[in-house]
Nanobody
């Protein structure tokens, strides 16, 4: 059974940073492109970033480009999202995901971790 467990969310002030983690199990993590998506209150899922199986290729949505960095550790079956210069509009539930096309919201997602950006 595929399991994706996100952690690292919390409350942070505007301009602050957080690092999200996603522990993967139940599948061959190193064989899958992985992604981060989010859902803000009252809105649909939004694709944020994808990283290739090897980690050698990444893509970002315009909304987070230059502020967020996706990475992975295939030895530890873990996906990361370093989030800097956080804005109030980054407030959302954040999910790691696999499956689907390169820049969509994926077909399998974890339970999510809440990020709240507020002063």
């Amino acid at each position: 059974e595929v399991q994706l467990v996100e952690s690292g969310g919390g409350l942070v002030q505007p301009g602050g940073s957080l690092r999200l983690s996603c522990a993967a199990s139940g599948f061959s993590f190193r064989l899958y492109d992985m992604k981060w998506v989010r859902q803000a209150p009252g809105k649909g899922l939004e694709w944020l970033s994808t990283i290739s199986r090897s980690g050698g290729s990444t893509s970002y949505s315009d909304s987070v480009k230059g502020r967020f960095t996706i990475s992975r550790d295939n030895a530890e079956n873990t996906l990361y999202l370093q989030m800097n210069s956080l804005k109030v509009e980054d407030t959302a539930m954040y999910y790691c995901a696999q499956g689907g096309l390169w820049n969509d919201v994926g077909t399998v997602r974890g339970q999510g971790t809440q990020v709240t950006v507020s002063s």
